[in-house]
């Protein structure tokens, strides 16, 4: 073999060298922009957070804690985070439940089946800013529909989006109106991949009711999908902007001020880019936990192979 | 059970479905009902649907001129239609070598893959703001389309599609003599036409409903985006004028429920693949 | 004592019959094995009687009991799958004290975490778990409890989909094709594995497969069903040497039976090459006939000689026999002999010889596909037999 090489390599290297170089040449312009798009701007965002630098101020200095130190301090952050945290918890198990909900009933009965998918994905592929916007004059307390029907049964309906009390709801509802869709289809797709034979097998094994075999069959084999779905909706709802941005701006005082708008508003706003960039660590810090606890803790209790 | 018989279980679930689909579909006809209405109608807060007086012209006239849609969409067609080519171009022949090709970057490429699925474009705004902003490349296309140039997500998506293809396709592909690059365009992409279009949906719906990034780098209206360009709309009116308001959120709303209608199997498929791929 | 029995069962699905009339009856502990080709109704049939799908009409009797209107879960019937069906998110032991528990336990009984501490939840599930040890036990499974299917070889699944069908007697026992998905040493070992479970449970069993060597080694009796008919019910002897109908003769043997088409003279003979057949009865009617011959009744001879002129097309080996393929000279028609392979020396493809039929071994379909009663004509039979 050795004196067929000439350059020194084996026929077999140089051909494996070759597919190498043609690898390379075909993945460069993916791993270039992802470099300078990606990998460049996270770390960047992490140094920025040491630091006061703000846009418009041509010198900054590192100042180490600093800006976590003000914004464990801060009031706003503090409320932005219980906000964003209140608004996962109403919109994540009641999208779920709600797409859950359709999907079983869709998948369970024949007629009309592609009509309901069709209505209850139309969110989904609407423009949220736009649907928003319909949403605003649904929930107007004077003039909107919601509150002249409930005025019919004699209720006085809440000043939805303009109160800080219920703002947060507002928008919950919106949000759960927007994610019930998506959800849906997951699930659908999630109960189309269950064996029929394992409903056979329950209904020979005893399971009477709907409810034994639910149990016993489709909560168990929905797992991977509901874990997913439930990874998903969580993130989507952290990363809540668009409904707060066009609607409340954060407001009435700040009962609307999320995670991301908080962000948006220090740094492209007020542009204090240091102090908005340690805000961003621990946005992605929240998604990294997310992330690692669908991976390392309840993956395996859905998968069961 | 099976059969075509109406059961009280079927009638209740019927009732259940079109009860829940009459909510979600709320919004959708107090927006087509308003939009007729007059100011006046509007402020009397009835709850009739159907306008008294037909005011449907005026209300769109206003809302085409006030701000201009067609442009609007137009930016949403360019920078949506960009933003997929060049993601697509990108993505492809790199998925591609990760999946059929020996070589050493390939680990560090997938680790990098799965640190980017990490992070949205939330995260990476503030740097590549105030670069773009030295660079003076704020309110361009530019601007608008560069750091969605790449998807991560395209790549594993892809990469996953690729793997399931057999390697004997691309044996047979090199024993004809095509270069890789030409295996890449003539073989793999045809076989790879239902990941494509999933991701395809699932990009144009991504970037059609973004208002984060346009938000901040465009300041400029003429390279407003349909939902930035809403927000001006919005701005300009005041937010009161319901009637345009609604007739505006038709306009913008229309074209990408249209797309969905016309195309709703794959539309469907597509958001349910890439999702459970995500 | 347990039976059941079927009577009429028809099912048709967007018009289209798939069971046609099928009644048949199994008795005490009788196994009786379903066999037809893909798409006969076999295992539409066995969703019937399950209770998983309803029959258009008929009438199933469990014990004496009509059971046609009773959901599955109270036929008390068992059923092992060809999937197995196997729920992946319990242990072996789980899936095996699944049926136990529905039926044993009420639904308070079976809350998730509040269900333990409901009265006499304690008794029933020590119960239940000395009735999964035992099963458990008596299949040599009870290594495997702790594991999930998804860690289990496919003969260990398939013993645990076993295990779930019998640990609560049932007066019925389903199976449909539970040995397809074992690679092919593992089936033939658990053929008799399943022989030997159904002798000591005494459980009448329906076995529905598409494997005939399956249905003629394993059952009492089988049912050989083709297109929603079931053509013949009978012991796997009788199947084989005396089938009622011509599919029947067509779809069981290997190698295929040798069927040949022939006409029947005014007084009943039908004639093939030299060869003379007499049916004694029912001569009238379409004059069309078909001979049928397995081909171990086919007997080579030299050129010139027997009954038929043919052709050798090829030779197959199988170790303990040889197939022989060859042609007849004068229609063109393959015919099969199965020979011993001492006989075979020295033959070879493209070779001229002759053949004879054993003419007590003819049978004689008519055009229908009914069977005909037939015998040879003595003349030629003697002449068979000094030739």
């Given at each position: 073999m050795a004196d067929l090489a000439i350059s020194g390599y084996s026929p077999i290297e140089t051909a494996a060298r070759r597919e190498a170089r043609t690898a390379l040449l075909l993945a460069s312009p993916a791993l270039v922009l992802m470099l300078v798009f990606i990998i460049l701007p996270t770390v960047a965002v992490i140094v920025l957070g040491f630091t006061d630098f703000e846009l418009g101020y041509a010198s900054f200095r590192f100042v180490g804690f600093e800006n976590y130190a003000e914004l464990l301090n801060s009031r706003t952050f503090r409320k932005s985070l219980w906000n964003t945290a209140v608004y996962t918890a109403i919109v994540t198990p009641v999208s779920i439940a709600l797409g859950l909900g359709v999907a079983l009933l869709i998948e369970s009965e024949p007629r009309g089946r592609s009509f309901f998918r069709t209505v209850y994905f139309l969110p989904v592929a609407s423009l949220l800013v736009a649907m928003a916007t319909v949403w605003q004059y649904l929930f107007h307390p004077s003039i909107g529909p919601l509150n002249a029907l409930l005025a019919q049964f004699g209720i006085p309906g809440p000043n939805w989006l303009g109160a800080s009390s219920t703002v947060i709801y507002g928008l919950s509802v919106i949000g759960i109106w927007q994610s019930i869709g998506f959800n849906m289809v997951l699930f659908l797709a999630g109960l189309t991949a269950i064996p029929r034979d394992l409903y056979a097998a329950a209904e020979v094994d005893g399971a009477k009711s709907a409810l034994d075999r639910f149990r016993l069959v489709t909560w168990p084999m929905l797992g991977p999908t509901t874990l997913f779905v439930t990874t998903i909706s969580v993130i989507n709802s952290v990363k809540v902007f668009e409904t707060v941005k066009t609607l409340t701006e954060g407001g009435p005082n700040k009962a609307s001020e999320v995670l991301l708008f908080t962000i948006y508003q220090e740094g492209f706003v007020f542009l204090r880019v240091g102090y908005a960039s340690a805000m961003t660590v621990v946005f992605l810090a929240i998604l990294v936990v997310l992330m690692v606890l669908q991976y390392r803790f309840l993956d395996r209790q859905v998968h069961y192979s | 059970m099976t059969t075509q018989t109406m059961t009280i279980g079927r009638l209740a679930r019927l009732a259940l479905l079109s009860l829940g689909a009459l909510l979600v579909l709320a919004p959708y006809i107090f927006m087509l009902s308003t939009a007729g209405k007059t100011q006046?109608?509007?402020?009397?807060?009835?709850?009739?649907?159907?306008?008294?007086?037909?005011?449907?012209?005026?209300?769109?006239?206003?809302?085409?001129?006030?701000?201009?849609?067609?442009?609007?969409?137009?930016?949403?067609?360019?920078?949506?239609?960009?933003?997929?080519?060049?993601?697509?171009?990108?993505?492809?022949?790199?998925?591609?070598?990760?999946?059929?090709?020996?070589?050493?970057?390939?680990?560090?490429?997938?680790?990098?893959?799965?640190?980017?699925?990490?992070?949205?474009?939330?995260?990476?705004?503030?740097?590549?703001?105030?670069?773009?902003?030295?660079?003076?490349?704020?309110?361009?296309?530019?601007?608008?389309?560069?750091?969605?140039?790449?998807?991560?997500?395209?790549?594993?998506?892809?990469?996953?599609?690729?793997?399931?293809?057999?390697?004997?396709?691309?044996?047979?592909?090199?024993?004809?003599?095509?270069?890789?690059?030409?295996?890449?365009?003539?073989?793999?992409?045809?076989?790879?036409?239902?990941?494509?279009?999933?991701?395809?949906?699932?990009?144009?719906?991504?970037?059609?409903?973004?208002?984060?990034?346009?938000?901040?780098?465009?300041?400029?209206?003429?390279?407003?985006?349909?939902?930035?360009?809403?927000?001006?709309?919005?701005?300009?009116?005041?937010?009161?004028?319901?009637?345009?308001?609604?007739?505006?959120?038709?306009?913008?709303?229309?074209?990408?429920?249209?797309?969905?209608?016309?195309?709703?199997?794959?539309?469907?498929?597509?958001?349910?693949?890439?999702?459970?791929?995500? | 004592?347990?039976?059941?029995?079927?009577?009429?069962?028809?099912?048709?699905?967007?018009?289209?019959?798939?069971?046609?009339?099928?009644?048949?009856?199994?008795?005490?502990?009788?196994?009786?094995?379903?066999?037809?080709?893909?798409?006969?109704?076999?295992?539409?049939?066995?969703?019937?009687?399950?209770?998983?799908?309803?029959?258009?009409?008929?009438?199933?009797?469990?014990?004496?009991?009509?059971?046609?209107?009773?959901?599955?879960?109270?036929?008390?019937?068992?059923?092992?799958?060809?999937?197995?069906?196997?729920?992946?998110?319990?242990?072996?032991?789980?899936?095996?004290?699944?049926?136990?528990?529905?039926?044993?336990?009420?639904?308070?009984?079976?809350?998730?975490?509040?269900?333990?501490?409901?009265?006499?939840?304690?008794?029933?599930?020590?119960?239940?778990?000395?009735?999964?040890?035992?099963?458990?036990?008596?299949?040599?499974?009870?290594?495997?409890?702790?594991?999930?299917?998804?860690?289990?070889?496919?003969?260990?699944?398939?013993?645990?989909?076993?295990?779930?069908?019998?640990?609560?007697?049932?007066?019925?026992?389903?199976?449909?094709?539970?040995?397809?998905?074992?690679?092919?040493?593992?089936?033939?070992?658990?053929?008799?594995?399943?022989?030997?479970?159904?002798?000591?449970?005494?459980?009448?069993?329906?076995?529905?497969?598409?494997?005939?060597?399956?249905?003629?080694?394993?059952?009492?009796?089988?049912?050989?069903?083709?297109?929603?008919?079931?053509?013949?019910?009978?012991?796997?002897?009788?199947?084989?040497?005396?089938?009622?109908?011509?599919?029947?003769?067509?779809?069981?043997?290997?190698?295929?039976?040798?069927?040949?088409?022939?006409?029947?003279?005014?007084?009943?003979?039908?004639?093939?090459?030299?060869?003379?057949?007499?049916?004694?009865?029912?001569?009238?009617?379409?004059?069309?006939?078909?001979?049928?011959?397995?081909?171990?009744?086919?007997?080579?001879?030299?050129?010139?000689?027997?009954?038929?002129?043919?052709?050798?097309?090829?030779?197959?080996?199988?170790?303990?026999?040889?197939?022989?393929?060859?042609?007849?000279?004068?229609?063109?028609e393959t015919v099969l002999a199965k020979i011993s392979p001492a006989e075979a020396r020295g033959l070879a493809a493209g070779q001229p010889i002759g053949l004879d039929m054993d003419p007590s071994h003819v049978m004689l379909f008519a055009e229908d596909g009914r069977r005909l009663a037939a015998a040879p004509l003595k003349a030629v039979l003697r002449e068979m037999v000094h030739g």
């Open positions: - | 006046s109608e509007i402020f009397a807060s009835s709850l009739s649907l159907i306008p008294h007086t037909w005011n449907y012209l005026a209300n769109f006239t206003k809302a085409f001129t006030r701000v201009s849609m067609p442009m609007l969409l137009w930016n949403g067609v360019v920078v949506c239609g960009m933003i997929l080519v060049l993601q697509v171009l990108v993505a492809v022949p790199c998925a591609y070598a990760m999946a059929k090709m020996k070589f050493r970057a390939a680990r560090v490429m997938m680790a990098l893959v799965m640190l980017g699925l990490l992070v949205p474009i939330h995260a990476t705004a503030l740097p590549l703001y105030v670069a773009f902003d030295r660079l003076s490349i704020l309110n361009s296309y530019l601007a608008l389309v560069a750091p969605f140039s790449i998807s991560v997500f395209a790549i594993f998506l892809f990469l996953q599609f690729f793997r399931a293809m057999p390697d004997d396709l691309i044996h047979a592909a090199r024993l004809d003599g095509m270069s890789e690059l030409g295996i890449v365009a003539r073989v793999i992409v045809p076989n790879a036409w239902p990941a494509v279009t999933a991701f395809a949906i699932f990009s144009v719906v991504a970037h059609w409903n973004d208002l984060f990034w346009p938000l901040i780098v465009v300041t400029n209206q003429a390279y407003a985006t349909p939902p930035l360009g809403l927000l001006f709309f919005r701005a300009a009116e005041a937010g009161d004028d319901y009637g345009a308001l609604m007739a505006a959120t038709l306009i913008i709303t229309l074209p990408l429920v249209l797309v969905f209608l016309l195309a709703q199997k794959s539309f469907v498929e597509g958001i349910t693949m890439t999702g459970l791929k995500g | 004592m347990s039976m059941f029995s079927l009577r009429d069962i028809t099912k048709s699905f967007s018009g289209n019959a798939i069971l046609k009339g099928v009644s048949l009856e199994a008795g005490d502990g009788e196994f009786i094995a379903m066999v037809g080709p893909s798409g006969c109704g076999k295992s539409t049939l066995l969703r019937i009687v399950a209770g998983l799908d309803h029959a258009d009409a008929g009438a199933i009797r469990i014990n004496g009991a009509e059971v046609s209107h009773l959901p599955a879960a109270d036929r008390n019937i068992a059923m092992v799958f060809q999937s197995y069906a196997l729920y992946p998110h319990l242990t072996a032991g789980q899936n095996i004290a699944v049926p136990l528990a529905m039926r044993n336990l009420s639904g308070s009984q079976r809350l998730p975490l509040i269900g333990r501490f409901m009265p006499g939840q304690r008794r029933i599930c020590a119960d239940i778990q000395r009735q999964v040890q035992a099963m458990a036990a008596s299949l040599k499974i009870d290594h495997l409890l702790d594991r999930k299917p998804g860690q289990m070889s496919g003969g260990q699944r398939q013993r645990v989909a076993l295990a779930r069908a019998m640990v609560r007697n049932p007066s019925v026992f389903l199976m449909d094709e539970p040995l397809s998905n074992l690679d092919a040493n593992l089936r033939v070992h658990a053929r008799g594995e399943i022989v030997d479970l159904h002798r000591r449970a005494g459980v009448p069993t329906l076995y529905v497969t598409h494997d005939q060597s399956e249905a003629l080694s394993m059952a009492d009796r089988v049912a050989v069903m083709i297109g929603g008919n079931l053509l013949q019910l009978a012991s796997p002897q009788a199947i084989y040497d005396d089938p009622d109908h011509i599919e029947v003769a067509r779809f069981v043997g290997q190698p295929r039976i040798n069927l040949l088409a022939s006409q029947r003279d005014a007084d009943g003979t039908v004639s093939f090459g030299n060869l003379r057949l007499t049916s004694a009865s029912d001569t009238i009617g379409d004059p069309r006939v078909t001979l049928g011959v397995r081909p171990e009744f086919v007997r080579l001879r030299a050129e010139g000689e027997g009954a038929l002129a043919t052709r050798i097309e090829r030779l197959e080996f199988l170790g303990s026999e040889v197939i022989v393929f060859t042609k007849l000279s004068a229609i063109g």
